[in-house]
Every structure is written in C-alpha cells, then in structure tokens.
C-alpha cells in the first residue's frame, strides 16, 4: 500500500469521532490550509491558485457527503464555488498550455510542434497579461477574506445524524449522478456532458477519499480509478476550451486551424473511450448496492475499536 501524505491523513474521516467533528475537522484543515498557501511567499501566484482552487474543491465534496443532515449546505457550497470562481481565468489559461503541451507530447512523432509555436506564445502572453493584472492580489486577498470568515462559521456547522446515516444520502446521491452523467455523457457524446460527468466522477473520488479508512486495501483501488478518470475527462475538457480559442490563437489561419482541430478531435475521441470504459467499472453496481456495501465497511470499521484492547491483552 503507498505511503499516505498529509494531506491524505487530513482529508479523511477517523474513527472514534462523530460525524459531525469529523466534518468540521477536515474543513478547517483545508481552510486553514488554504490561507497558508495564499501567505506562502515561496508559492508562485500560479501554484496559489491551483492549490486554493483545489481546497475549495475538497471542501465542496465534503459538504455535498453530508448535504441532506447539513441546513446550512447550501450557503456553504456557495460560498466555497463562488471563493474560487474568482480565481478561474488564470486557470483557465494554465490549464490550455499545459493541454496544448500534452496534446503536441502525445502527436510528438507525428507533427511538427514548431509550426503551432503560435498557439503557445499567445498562450504565454496571455497569462503573463493576467499575472500582471493590478486586481489579481486583490482578487487572492479578498479569497483569504473569505477562508477567514469560513474558519469562524465552520465551528458553528451542524451535521443533524451521525454514524452512516449521516453520510448514506449524500454518498448516493452523488453517486447516482455519477452514474447517470455517464449514461448521458455516451449517450450524448459532447464535450459539455462529458465535462458534466466529471464533476460528479470529482465528488464521488472525495469521497472514497473521505472514507478511505473504512476499508483501506479496497476504497484506495476505487478511489485510484475514479482519479484517473478524473484526470481523462479533465483533459478532455482542457482540449475542448482550447478549441473554443483557437480561432484567437492562430489568428483564423484557416490551414493551421484545420490541422490543429485535427489533433484536438483525435485525442479526444481517444480519451472519452478510455473513459467510458473506465467508468463503466466504477459505476456498474447501482446506487443502493455500493450504499450497502460501504456501509458494511463502516460497520466493521467502527468494530475495530472493539477489537484493539483485545488484541492487546493476547
């Protein structure tokens, strides 16, 4: 089994603690968390904000694992969404050079990557215009605000169940969209409900996460796959925003546009069946049998207290 970081001892729940603390614990390490890597001087503005961005992110997840038990879901989730909408556009920007980086990679053997130079100067030029822009630290100011005043609200946060009863409602539900995404994503085939699917695929991976310590040999193989679906239908979308610039990037040269289009559309048919493939594993069960299998898992988990002092008198 690999060696777990810090970050992966924070975001999960422990034994012995009630839902509720459990919740609020990881919440505050990930806003805590947060507020360091803004006052991280050795951070460059383009690690903040992927990093923050992700906290956010996490703390969604959390929130949505309990949402049914949690009255104030809603104002969180929003207020989380809309800390880190603010910091999208340089984001946006980094992730399509490092989509057209990978995308020239994997044609590496095929293409000339010196005729789209283009493409990645305009890329560059665009985010040293956004890094340069007077409202970016102010943007990452008022971001901390925002974590500061969670910090103090989270200490307030009711959960209204504990135990599994606490988490079996959102848990499937976020797992039933999932599924359903998926059946809409292949069904559909474009790049909005693949881009749809992987949100949900995103929450469901935060919470094997979460719950990874109910059953660590099985929930990190499930947890590892819904990841690297994760990062397939990232990429797809990455290659889809990178489209939808293109006619900016190479001016509406319409040869180099054609070829470049060309590539995009290759690697993304590649990827949506690796996806589908992929996720047709993690979600063939249906919602109410993966409910009752992780709920045995808790089960057993919280039976482990139980266990330990005998252990120790043999």
């Keep these: 089994m690999a060696e777990r970081t810090e970050s992966d001892l924070a975001y999960t729940f422990k034994r012995g603690k009630s839902v509720q603390k459990n919740v609020r614990r990881v919440a505050e390490s990930q806003v ?14 383009n690690d903040t904000i992927h990093q923050v961005r992700k906290r956010c992110k996490k703390l969604r997840g959390l929130v949505r694992l309990v949402r049914p038990c949690f009255p104030s879901y809603k104002t969180e989730n929003a207020a989380f969404r809309d800390a880190a909408r603010e910091l999208s556009v340089l984001r946006d920007i980094e992730a399509m050079l490092e989509s057209h980086d990978q995308l020239l990679e994997f044609y590496s053997g095929e293409v000339d990557g010196a005729a789209f130079a283009p493409v990645r100067a305009k890329l560059l030029q665009q985010m040293d215009d956004a890094m340069g822009r007077n409202d970016l630290h102010d943007k990452l100011a008022r971001f901390r605000e925002a974590m500061t005043d969670a910090k103090i609200r989270i200490g307030d946060w009711r959960i209204e169940a504990d135990g599994f009863d606490a988490l079996r409602g959102g848990l499937s539900k976020t797992y039933k969209r ?64 990178l489209q939808g610039a293109l006619p900016d990037l190479l001016d509406h040269q319409e040869s180099e546009m054609k ?47 139980a266990i330990a002092p005998l252990e120790r008198v043999a």
């Design 178 to 241: 999932a599924r359903e995404a998926m059946e809409h994503a292949d069904a559909e085939g474009t790049a909005e409900a693949l881009h749809e699917w992987r949100k949900r695929v995103k929450y469901h991976w935060y919470h094997t996460r979460l719950l990874r310590d109910i059953w660590p040999e099985a929930m990190t193989v499930h947890g590892d796959a819904a990841k690297e679906l994760s990062d397939l239908l990232g990429e797809h979308h990455d290659l889809a925003v």
């Design 32 to 45: 805590k968390t947060a507020i360091e890597e803004i006052d991280d001087s050795e951070l460059s503005d």
């Design 259 to 305: 070829s470049y289009l060309g590539l995009i559309q290759g690697r993304q048919a590649i990827l949506e069946t690796k996806s589908l493939t992929q996720g047709r594993k993690i979600f063939a069960e249906k919602p109410s049998a993966l409910e009752q299998r992780w709920e045995a898992y808790w089960d057993a988990w919280q039976e482990e207290d």
